[in-house]
């Protein structure tokens, strides 16, 4: 095992120093856009207003004819599009890709000082991680780079998902995670069609009313993802990192969209990818504290005092927990609202 002391040294020489903790930048929304198709990129300078993370795409949705024209496309967004405080990630080809290595070469080599995050797909456990945590290391010193490109791993094999903890901890470039489901859900060999979200089938039934089985019974749909979710915000936030809901694929059901993107941030994560512009608003609305939870946040803290001891507020106990509670809503509120006048003022603070 690799000492602790060892554990911020460049893994090559001329690399730049790791950094010690993950930048805390906005990053609600993760907008995926295909850099092979000229329609969306001649969107991206009007996304960069609206998204916190534009996310070139070399991956799955990229077919094999188009590969090269993708990473071509990356490399000419980030030299020439302005995209303002807008952090640039990529989502690369797998590991066993044909594709990944020339990803990594030419994205570091030619535009590693314009990128922020790498995300790395399929990943299965910290060995993945330290493939490309000592390539990077490699290509940022041929580069001449004096920031380090971050890591964020997709969580979407069974194998990753018993990893979990050691993926996150794998390297100080760890930045995140997210939550695959749609390969998750083919891995695990779940019987689902779907990218993400709930299914009708997945459910629990009250029991029959005097023996009457096919009686009227109410059931109740249970959450898919429940487990996973939970099991990678603990790992992120054990390690430091950052968790996220992954894809939403039903485009047209905004409704369950917003819920499952509600389930992820009420559990702990900080923001979901988007596929269409639509999901962006979603994504805004509800990675952004609710200004009446931040109003009732602040009339804690202040009530709260020095945060020690108990006071009862609207008939509601609160204590050293709930004042921590409302610092978290609190803090993210504040940090957004720096960037965001329209949150400022919603958020009075
Ligand atoms: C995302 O890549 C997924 O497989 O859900
Ligand atoms: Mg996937």
Known sequence: MRSAKDFFRPLAVGAPEPVREVPQRPSR??????PSNPKMVAKLPDMAGKADVLLGNLEDAISADRKEEARAGLVEVART??????????????????WVLDDLITLVTEVGDRLDVIMVPKVEGAEDIHYVDRLLAQLEARAGLTRPLLVHAILETARGVASVEEICTASPRMQGLSLGPADLAADRRMKTTRVGGGHPGYLVRTDPVDGDVEGPRTTAQ????????????????AAGILPYYGPFGDIADTVACEDQFRNA???????????????????RRVFSPDPTDVAWAVRVIDAMGDGTGAVMLDGKMQDDATVKQCRVLVDLARSLAERDADLAAAYGL
């Open 29 to 34: 929304m993760i907008h995926f856009f295909d």
């Open 81 to 98: 599009v302005d995209l303002g405080d807008t952090q640039l990630w990529t989502r690369i080809n797998s590991l066993d890709s044909p």
């Open 222 to 237: 249970q959450d898919l993802w429940h487990y996973t979710i939970a099991r990678m915000v603990d790992a992120c936030r």
């Open 265 to 283: 941030y009420l559990l702990g994560c900080v923001g979901t990818w988007t596929l269409h512009p639509v999901q962006i608003d979603i994504a």
